[in-house]
């Protein structure tokens, strides 16, 4: 599975160029795709109307995964990894790599940041 981060999905609800090639990989790819909550969260909370109607659209075709017990675990577990190195995420990007990490899932992303969680699988838009 490969989870979706917040960054593409912004990418992919803009329609924009990088939008357009993360979605033709979605479409030519046997892998499952999901997004979490909090990149729910994340896209809906500054919209109305219907553009909001339209998001929910869009994010209705992926699973979306919940933070639960496993990924709550994990994420201690991160936390306590990455402040150690001195290199915290945002509380958001931590629980999204929880759950990549409780789901044994991958991220595809356009964050950099995420390349400092210890063992999570990063996509970036260098390696489509």
Not at 15 to 28: A, T
Request: aromatic share 6%; proline share 2%.
């Amino acid at each position: 599975m490969i989870i979706l981060d917040t960054s593409v999905m912004v990418e992919i609800a803009d329609e924009s160029e990088k939008g357009i090639k993360l979605e033709s990989y979605i479409s030519k790819t046997e892998e499952s795709f999901a997004i979490t909550v909090f990149t729910v969260h994340e896209l809906l909370l500054p919209t109305t109307g219907q553009e909001k109607a339209k998001l929910e659209e869009k994010l209705s075709e992926y699973k979306i995964l919940a933070f639960d017990y496993e990924s709550s675990l994990e994420s201690v577990s991160l936390n306590n990894q990455l402040k150690n190195k001195g290199a915290m995420l945002s509380k958001i990007d931590l629980f999204i790599s929880s759950i990549c990490k409780a789901e044994g899932a991958s991220l595809l992303t356009l964050d950099s940041d995420f390349k400092r969680v210890p063992g999570l699988k990063v996509i970036t838009m260098q390696d489509l």
